[in-house]
């Protein structure tokens, strides 16, 4: 039996998510089973549902593209193959990013690894801006989000795919860090900036703190077709979780540094 956007509409209601919501997605289109129509049933059922007033957004992420092929080997090595970003540039994040940004009237961020897509009439405030650094910290689309109280929802996918975690760990000063390099323009001349954001989880506690607040009632969990489906507000979501995260990283040792790097705008 085939999943129709009645169905999926349905499954949204029962899920929770109100009408006219801010919501960030994070989706595994084969986790449904056999949808009628596909991608574009399951855009439209979200968007249906929503109505005008609402507000799709999905991480369009770009980083497995531009970013740099040779790390650590120097101004010589050829990196001439690696893309600029651009609006239009493809993202490997699924077929739902694949299916919001071909649509002509959504907006997209100008992070060149980490951009997200919106379609409704809260898209250009939601990606008018966003640092070079901390790409998902303050300042962030995720930033603006928090601010709106944006819903999370996972259809199909768990916490370790709920990229909104990253911005938890961006608000507390024990976070990870890592270095993003990319290739950008300045004053008309292509360079290769690099600059510092959290570091990257791999299943290291996002599972382990989206488990903890779903045990805490922060979490609303539904099946829809054959797909898990989570639905959380971003609000008390990030304040539990960055607390979570905050112990837990304390608890590995991780304490506040003496200094750390500066952020750097766009």
Not at 187 to 194: A, F, I, K, L, S
Not at 239 to 256: D, P, V, Y
Request: proline letters at 8%; glycine letters at 12%; a neutral charge.
């Amino acid at each position: 039996m085939s999943l129709s956007e009645n169905d999926l509409c349905a499954g949204f209601e029962a899920l929770g998510l109100p009408v006219g919501a801010t919501v960030i997605v994070h989706a595994s289109l084969s986790a449904f089973g056999r949808v009628e129509g596909g991608v574009a049933t399951v855009l439209g059922a979200l968007r249906e549902h929503l109505g005008p007033q609402g507000t799709v957004v999905v991480p369009a992420f770009t980083g497995d593209a531009v970013r740099d092929p040779h790390p650590g080997a120097g101004a010589d090595a050829d990196r001439s193959g690696v893309p600029l970003f651009h609006d239009q540039l493809p993202t490997l994040m699924g077929a739902m990013p694949t299916a919001l940004l071909a649509d002509p009237q959504r907006l997209r961020s100008s992070h060149p690894q980490a951009s997200v897509a919106a379609l409704g009439p809260l898209a250009r405030d939601i990606t008018a801006r966003q640092p070079l650094a901390y790409a998902v910290g303050r300042g962030s689309p995720f930033d603006r989000l928090h601010e709106l109280g944006a819903h999370i929802l996972l259809l199909g996918v768990g916490h370790n795919r709920n990229s909104f975690l990253h911005y938890a760990e961006s608000l507390i000063s024990n976070h990870r860090r890592k270095l993003r390099r990319f290739p950008y323009v300045v004053d008309g001349e292509r360079v290769w900036v690099e600059v510092p954001d959290v570091g990257d989880d791999n299943g290291r506690h996002f599972p382990g703190v989206g488990a903890e607040a779903e045990d805490a009632g922060l979490v609303r969990v539904g099946v829809i077709g054959a797909a898990e489906c989570r639905l959380m507000e971003s609000r008390p979501f990030i304040e539990f979780a960055a607390r979570r995260l905050r112990e837990r990283l304390a608890a590995e040792g991780r304490e506040t540094p003496r200094r750390g790097p500066a952020p750097v705008s766009s």
